[in-house]
Structure formats: C-alpha cells, structure tokens
C-alpha cells in the first residue's frame, strides 16, 4: 500500500464529524430525574436506515468486505428513559445529537453520507445527556474499542472531455482506469460531484450550435449521471446558457450560472435547481455574465462571480438570497477559490498578472499581488482574453498558493500562510509549456492529499519537487472522488478550495 494511500485512509473519517454543543435546557423529551446509560450500539445502513443485524461492541471487527454497504450509522439504545441529547467522541472528534433517534452520523449529510470508518483500531465513547432539576446530567458513559478491515480507499479523478467522462486513479500515478460514454456531451462548462447521492453533474453547450437552431434563443444543458455505474440519469437544458455549477454538501440543490454570454443590458443570474431532478426551484439575481460558482465548505454560503462584474457575490444557501459583496476588486472577476473557514477569497481579475485577497467578513479587498518577473501583456489581438492569470487553488494545508498564468505557460507558487497579517510571497516558478505551446494552463486544482497538482493543460506536478511526473487531457474540468469497493465516500470541488490540512 503506498504512503499516500496509508495516510488517507488514517484520516479519512476527520471529515464526517464537527464538534457540536448542546443547549442546557430542560426542555425536551428527556425523563426528568433519569440517569441511564447505553444498552446497544445498532450498526445501520445509512442509505435505508435499516439495522444490519448486529451492534457494535468492544473488541469487534468490522470487515467492510462482508457488509453489504460501506455506508454506516450507528444508532444509540438507551436504558431509564430518553436522552436530551446524546454525545459522541471517536477517536477524539466530538458531535452530539440531540434528536432522536440518536446516530453518529449527522440527520443531514454534509459531503458525505453515513460514516466510512478508516482501516485500524478506533476508539467511540458514548454519552447520553438526561435533564434533571433543569441541569444537564451525564448518564453512563460506554466506550468501545473496536478494529476495521477491507476499507481500502481508491482515489479517482474524473475529467470531461468531449463525449466522455475518463476516470483515472491517483494513487498509480493517473492511471486511466475507466471510461464512460457520454452521447452529446460537448464544450463542457463545469463539473460537480456529490458522494450523499451518487452523482455526477456536467454542464455543456452540446448541440445547440447545430445551425437547426439558427435565430433561436441561446441555451445549454446539464447532464447527470450515476457516479457509481455511469449512467446518464437526466439532461436539461437551460435558457439563455450554462456555466460552472456547484452542488449543496446535502447534494440537494445545485447552482448553475446562466454563462458568461449573457447578453448586455440583461440581468445575468443563477438557477437554483433540485439535484435530484434538475427542476428550477429559483433564481438568484447578480449581474450580466454569471460564470464561476464556489459552494462555501461550510455549506451555509455559496460564492458567486460575474466575469462581467468587479465584486463577489455571497449568497445564504437557505434562504437563496445574496446576503453580502466583497470588493470592488481592480477589474472583473475570473476564476477564484476560498480557503476552508471562508475568511478569505483569492480572486484573479482581467488585466492582471497576479492576484487579489478579499476579506470574506469585512467584504474588503486585503491585498493586489503582481507576480514578478511575468507582468501584465497586452493581448496580441482584439479577439484575445485579457485574463492572463486564469486559474488559481489553495494547497489543501492552504500554506501556498497557486496561479496559472495563461500568457507565460507557467504556474506561479506563493506562500500565503502569513495571511491576513503578512502578504502573500511569491517562492516558484514552474514552467508547464508543452513542447509545441499550443497549450495554455487555465485551471489548477490538488489531490486531497496535497501530493499532486494538476494543471488543466494535462500536466501533473508533484508539488514537493514541482516537477512534472505525467501529463493527462487538456481540460479544465476535473476533480476527485474517494470510493470504498466501488461507493463513493467522498466527492471534492473543482474549484481549488482550501481545507485547513494536508488530508482531513
């Protein structure tokens, strides 16, 4: 098993629980005066919520080979009455329900659903919390110590190309493991993934310049497919376009962007849609070339950008309402990424050889970085982009920076772990130019893990020595999914989000 491997599959249960504190109340339907303890530990199914036909004791071993899923729940009977709430510690991660039934999983999936345990000896302490006197009083606590097996995790890229979605494995070096067949899948736009429900979202212009729809209004389609077997579960198209969408971590909602080609003097906005379906639940109003879209890692917000538009837009999730601004940056947005505890956002605008930083809580512009030694060029034609720093990710330990430069055929490194207080320092240079330079690096993101990057001009870097170990497709969309005997656990964004860790 390579170091890679060992190492996610050590961390990869971090991610499914947050701490949590409980209300000390009296309401409630717990037993006044009770102080009972823990009488089983249910094994479920997450996705059926039914029991497995056994519980979780001390010194058990879970082979995951033999379950009919990987994704787990635990469920808590308690004897002497019912719990306000019930808390429970694995492995040093603490989460309390305090809904009934209790689980270990949270009611609503966030990123993931259930609980995939890591290979190796855990640790789960559970408490019940009864009320008595109107005070909060620990019930008997149980702790069992038990031992996984058969949870060899696969990490997998999956990049959109024209007709196809190929899937290739990380840990062999990018290794193309699969292909799938997608009929009418042309000019992608975006990619989105949700391992909650399994599915893959990718929009794309397809047909629609066909010269049948000549004097017609413009659109696009999104595609959905099962992450699992392929398969194409619904295409929908949307009026006046399509852009890079981002889906809920529940996966429930989706928010497409009506395209940069939105035409002036019209309100550019965003659909939010139902994943399961595609339907149009509503629209978020923002400003005339709705383009790149951020689902926040909390979840509560999502990040919106106009190409057209010098200022970010933050949008509340539940109320699909845009709630806040940062900026004006020096010029309109292009691509840009946020780090985990949405503090900052890191924003690449036209004209610009560098970056921005935006204070996501103040709504403030920090910094205006230029890289040195490659300034601004002026495009060599009317017909050129004048974004010549086009792509941008966070290290998943989120101590450097990313940013392609599209002009140059260069990735550009900057350490920015002294941030708010220090600016960013630019420390590399990485040349990623193809033999002929037909091909410029527009987007970037990074395996999970940090071990590798990959540059949308189909290089893959190793970002310890920066140097280039493989080259894949030249596009802009990918992204990575985690899977346990073929189910997805885990699903990242396209967009190079910041995780506070190397491998959380």
Request: net charge negative.
């Amino acid at each position: 098993m390579s170091l890679h491997r060992a190492l996610s599959l050590l961390t990869l249960p971090l991610v499914l629980f947050s701490c949590a504190s409980s209300p000390d109340t009296s309401g409630g339907s717990s037993t006044e005066g009770t102080s009972g303890g823990v009488s089983s530990l249910v094994l479920l199914d997450a996705t059926s919520r039914a029991g497995l036909g056994r519980s979780l004791t001390d010194g058990a071993t879970l082979d995951l080979a033999a379950l009919p899923t990987v994704k787990l729940d635990v469920r808590v009977d308690v004897d002497g009455g019912t719990p306000a709430s019930v808390r429970f510690d694995l492995d040093g991660v603490v989460r309390e329900d305090d809904r009934a039934p209790f689980t270990l999983a949270p009611d609503v999936p966030f990123d993931t659903l259930g609980w995939t345990p890591s290979e190796g000896t855990h640790t789960l302490t559970v408490t019940p919390l009864f009320v008595r006197g109107g005070q909060r009083v620990a019930g008997t606590s149980t702790t069992v110590r038990f031992d996984v097996r058969g949870a060899d995790v696969s990490h997998l890229k999956y990049v959109a190309v024209k007709g196809a979605v190929k899937v290739y494995d990380l840990d062999r070096n990018y290794t193309l493991v699969r292909t799938i067949d997608v009929p009418g899948l042309n000019m992608p736009r975006g990619i989105a993934a949700s391992a909650v429900t399994n599915r893959l979202y990718i929009p794309h212009w397809g047909d629609r310049d066909d010269p049948k729809y000549a004097g017609q209004p413009r659109f696009g389609y999104v595609t959905c497919l099962d992450l699992r077997t392929g398969q194409v579960l619904w295409n929908r198209r949307y009026t006046p376009s399509i852009d890079s969408l981002a889906v809920t971590p529940d996966g429930r909602k989706l928010y497409l962007p009506t395209g940069e080609e939105t035409e002036a003097g019209s309100d550019g906005f965003w659909y939010v849609l139902d994943a399961a379906t595609g339907d149009e639940l509503s629209t978020i109003p923002v400003h005339v070339g709705a383009h790149n879209t951020v689902m926040g890692p909390g979840g509560r917000h999502v990040y919106l950008a106009s190409l057209a538009y010098d200022e970010l837009s933050v949008a509340d999730t539940s109320t699909d309402r845009v709630v806040g601004r940062v900026g004006p940056f020096s010029g309109n947005i292009r691509p840009f990424t946020v780090n985990h505890a949405e503090t900052l956002a890191f924003v690449t605008v036209d004209h610009k050889s560098g970056f921005e930083v935006g204070d996501l809580r103040t709504g403030k512009v920090l910094y205006s970085v230029d890289v040195q030694g490659f300034p601004w060029t002026d495009p060599t034609t009317p017909t050129d982009r004048t974004t010549q720093s086009h792509g941008i990710a966070l290290t998943p330990d989120e101590r450097e920076l990313w940013v392609a430069d599209h002009s140059n055929r260069m990735v550009h490194v900057f350490d920015v772990s002294g941030l708010p207080g220090r600016a960013p320092v630019q420390i590399a240079d990485i040349d990623v130019r193809e033999p002929d330079g037909s091909i410029s690096p527009k987007w970037i993101n990074f395996s999970r893990d940090g071990r590798l990057a990959h540059v949308s001009s189909g290089a893959i870097i190793d970002t310890r020595t920066r140097r280039r170990v493989n080259t894949v497709d030249n596009t802009r969309y990918f992204l990575q999914v985690d899977t346990v005997r073929g189910e997805p656990v885990r699903a990242y964004s396209r967009y190079g989000v910041g995780y506070g860790d190397p491998a959380r």
